[in-house]
């Protein structure tokens, strides 16, 4: 998986996101505050926004490009990345099975992806690793928090995406939970091989997951490297950023 | 109930439904393009629509004169073209009545759009859907309820349309007659005692039309 962002620029309030990089580690963090821009990187990649300038491509596409003429953009559908926002966003219609059935055997024909595991992407081996195996005949209202973000991370598996973006796929849980789940996304990290950009501002999952970490502020890229060179043990958080003693504020 | 009461009841169901039938594709679609979409001359468009509901019903009836007449625009090419008569034939009560609910099937509609979270839309876009297969699968689905409660709302507004209908359909007895004309036309008559049924007739179907909405967009929301 080789990731590119040129010049790539986005307006925001109060400040413009303007990313510069290459990315070809398995699994990278993008650690920040909110309100650094982590989300709104990530739905660029999706493409759910069209940046004002710069260049986006995936192991050779295109996927955006604002500066040529004619402009590129590669719809989200034709992308072959899956993405995982915070909440989850099941759709609430469907049984966990048709959620997780949704884009099953469509993205795959479509996305030209290269030594990806597919193989291992089926229905029965995926709910087994997420362990939602005994949910599929549930209603979506009826899942617990981490349920529901296990469920959709299995939705977005299922597609076979070729790059996965998890937004905060722990946020707002209990700390057990978290404990629970961590192991979970190293289990998924681990059998599917499926490279993923981990938006979080938890240092612990950067420091559990990641191979590489990007860290932002104010929309721009401040520091890079990977996180046993950035972080540094402390008591509360378990990490924190080495150059920066004092920790990031805590969010919500 | 007489025959008559029968004939009328049935013309102004028909007629309602029939109009309803031809402003939903429209309609829903509208509601879409509001609620999704920014694109020049929207804030226009939206006042447009709105407007039937706030002019006077006999206003709006008589720019439906003048458009659908023989000598309009619309209706002297519709003729000419198809052969077809509009103004005082049954033709125009549909006309007007679908006029005069369209604003209500749009503004309804376009809540229920609103309602669905753009997110869900989002991710099924990246899981591969075309916006042909998320507006089926995600929006429409969850949006269903709010529009069958639009619809049904202008179907009963349909039903006791007047204002507009007598400017273009006129009184014709057996043709245009529709339950609001009816009562209008007895109690004018003196014949205060004949228009005591079509009451009746009017305020069930509305309670029922009503009733049903109302449920809709109860269990919506819930």
């Known amino acids: ?252 | 109930m007489s025959s008559e009461i029968w004939q009328i009841t049935w013309f102004t169901v028909w007629a309602s439904a029939l109009s309803l039938l031809l402003i939903l594709p429209p309609g829903v679609a509208l509601a879409w393009l509001l609620a999704r979409k920014h694109w020049p001359g929207k804030s226009l468009i939206e006042t447009l629509v709105a407007l039937p509901l706030v002019v006077p019903p006999v206003a709006t009836g008589l720019v439906l004169l003048k458009l659908l007449g023989r000598r309009g625009a619309l209706g002297g090419w519709l003729e000419r073209t198809f052969g077809l008569e509009i103004v005082f034939t049954w033709r125009a009560v549909v006309v007007a009545t679908a006029v005069m609910s369209f604003p209500l099937l749009v503004r309804t509609a376009r809540v229920a759009f609103e309602g669905v979270s753009p997110r869900l839309e989002q991710v099924a876009r990246t899981l591969g859907a075309s916006p042909w297969r998320v507006f089926w699968t995600v929006t429409f689905p969850l949006a269903a309820r709010g529009l069958a409660a639009g619809a049904v709302l202008a179907f009963a507004r349909g039903l006791g349309e007047f204002g507009a209908t007598v400017m273009v359909a006129g009184f014709i007895p057996g043709q245009t007659v529709t339950l609001a004309l009816s009562i209008y036309q007895q109690v004018n008559l003196g014949h205060d005692e004949a228009a005591w049924p079509l009451l009746g007739v009017s305020v069930t179907l509305a309670f029922g039309a009503v009733w049903l909405g109302e449920r809709l967009a109860q269990r919506r929301t819930a």
């Not at chain 1, 926002?85 to 479509?110: I, M």
């Open chain 1, 1 to 252: 998986m080789k990731l590119t962002l040129a010049g790539v620029r986005l307006p925001l309030t109060p400040f413009a996101l303007e990313m510069d990089f290459q990315l070809d580690a398995r699994v990278t963090g993008i650690f920040g505050p909110s309100g650094a821009g982590k989300t709104s990187l990530l739905e660029i990649i999706a493409g759910l926004r069209r940046p004002a300038a710069g260049r986006v491509t995936l192991d050779g596409t295109v996927l955006s490009d604002a500066d040529d003429a004619p402009q590129v953009f590669l719809p989200p559908e034709r992308r072959g990345i899956g993405y995982v926002p915070q909440d989850g966003a099941l759709f609430p219609h469907l049984s966990v099975r048709d959620n997780l059935l949704y884009g099953h055997g469509r993205s795959s024909e479509k996305a030209a992806r290269a030594g990806s595991p597919d193989e291992k992407l089926t229905f029965a081996h995926v709910t087994a690793v997420l362990e939602i195996s005994a949910l599929a005949g549930r209603a979506v209202g009826t899942l617990s928090g981490g349920e529901q973000r296990r469920v959709a991370l299995g939705r977005a598996l299922l597609a076979a995406p070729r790059l996965l973006l998890l937004d905060e796929p722990l946020a707002g849980l209990d700390t057990p939970l978290r404990e629970r789940l961590l192991p979970c996304l190293a289990r998924v990290r681990d059998e599917f091989g499926v490279p993923m950009l981990h938006v979080t501002h938890a240092p612990d999952e950067v420091m559990e997951l990641c191979d590489e970490v990007l860290v932002l502020a104010q929309g721009r890229l401040s520091q890079r490297g990977r996180p046993a060179g950035l972080f540094v043990a402390a008591a509360s958080p378990r990490y924190v950023l080495r150059d920066r003693m004092e920790p990031l504020p805590p969010q919500g």
